[in-house]
């Protein structure tokens, strides 16, 4: 059951910008549409919290817990949510444009349509999370697991992907221009019309990865491992 965030006078509060929740329990608790930016929020629990459509701008929410949080449409633009905990968290639409999610747990977490371009999202967990859609352009993803991982269509230009795990992903029609995907294990992964012009695969694992229609011109794929029918080769 959602609880509604009051003051003292009982009224519902929709400003607590720069507000210091360190390590406060607002578990389930009702904060759709509140100015949280530039709120300290390190550590705090918010699973299961309704922060659809709230402003949590430049927020500390270093080590949080939002694990099933709804965040629909919410602004995390520039906001620190390193080792966060957003397992199954709702960010459709959600603004993290800029935003420090390294080291965060985003499994199964939906982002689709969502804003990460410019984010840090090194050695993030993202397996088999929706990106549906998601504006990753200029994101940091330095081995992050995007295994199992829906980006159909997503916007990936010039991201840092270099050691990324790619793994049986689907990145149908996703825009890879001139990416790093240098050693990144795309193993499996749905590549079907995607386009990866210009992008670096050196040492690449391509190994029965879907490429129908994929646009490689450009592309460097030196060292790359590929599969040609049940034989796997490395191209030189």
């Known amino acids: 059951m959602l609880v509604k965030f009051k003051d003292e006078s009982e009224r519902e509060v929709e400003n607590l910008c720069g507000a210091d929740l360190f390590r406060a329990n607002l578990t389930g608790a009702s904060l759709a549409g509140v100015d949280l930016s530039g709120a300290e929020l390190r550590v705090a629990n918010m699973s299961g919290a309704d922060l659809s459509g709230a402003d949590l701008s430049k927020a500390n929410l270093f080590g949080a817990n939002l694990s099933k949080a709804n965040l629909f449409g919410a602004n995390l633009s520039v906001a620190n949510l390193a080792r966060a905990d957003l397992v199954g968290a709702n960010l459709s639409g959600a603004n993290l444009a800029g935003a420090n999610l390294s080291g965060a747990n985003l499994s199964r977490a939906d982002l689709a349509r969502a804003d990460l371009s410019g984010a840090n999202l090194s050695r993030t967990d993202l397996s088999v999370a929706n990106l549906s859609g998601a504006n990753l352009s200029g994101a940091d993803l330095f081995v992050a697991d995007l295994s199992k991982a829906n980006l159909f269509g997503a916007n990936l230009s ?74 796997f080769r490395t191209i030189a």
Not at 174 to 182: E, K, N, Q
Not at 213 to 224: K, P, V
């Open 158 to 231: 010039k991201a840092n992907l270099a050691g990324a795990t790619l793994a049986w992903a689907n990145l149908t029609g996703a825009d890879l221009t001139r990416a790093d995907l240098v050693g990144a294990n795309l193993t499996g992964a749905n590549l079907s019309g995607a386009n990866l012009s210009e992008a670096t695969l050196t040492r690449a694992d391509l190994v029965w990865a879907n490429l129908p229609e994929a646009n490689l011109a450009g592309a460097n794929l030196t060292g790359a491992r590929v599969s040609i029918g049940n034989v």
